[in-house]
């Protein structure tokens, strides 16, 4: 489940085994009859490819391990701190930053579809949309995060939180050790997608 190749394809996933292929045939099909603008796709695929991604949340992440009073304007109101970094837009207009600590670590879900802050991770990858995953990330959430490798200590509380239409959330791990006085950007190349959906930890550096 957590992982994203071929051979560990969902059972009930929709996308058909030459997803590209079938895409650019859609597309110039589109294109043909006049119904999608060259320019304008190509604009969107530049957008997803270089300005929205995971990228943006690490950003996030390490400005909040930095900087103490953007720390606190985050967990105030994050969808307004993450605006003011440029990132808002379809799937981020309310945003809510999970801490994760000694005690506590956060999970996220979507049970019902994919909800997912786009601005922040780019677009959710397949396991977050299994059913699998918004199925056992509620009811047995150690396990799941078992398989993606993260064994939490029995004295770390694991709280699960739904994302939906109204609210998605943004993970912000705990910052490792030996990495106090980092630049932004070093600091911003430790984090995963993954752990800020809650599904891993940022490991300290060797």
Known sequence: MP?????DAHPHSLLPSDPALRVKALESLLVEKGLVDPAALDAII???EHKIGPQNG???VARAWREPKFRTALFTDAT???SEMGFYGRQGEHIVALENTDRQHNLVVCTLC???PWPLLGIPPGWYKSDAYRARAVREPRKVLAEFGLELARDVALKTWDSTAEIRYLVIPQQPAGTQGWSAEALAA???RDAMIGTAIVPSPA
Do not use: N
């Open 46 to 48: 530049e957008t997803y």
């Open 190 to 192: 430790l984090v995963t």
């Open 58 to 60: 690490a950003a996030v």
């Open 3 to 7: 992982h994203d190749h071929p051979d």
């Open 114 to 116: 994919s909800c997912y």
């Open 80 to 82: 307004a701190a993450v």
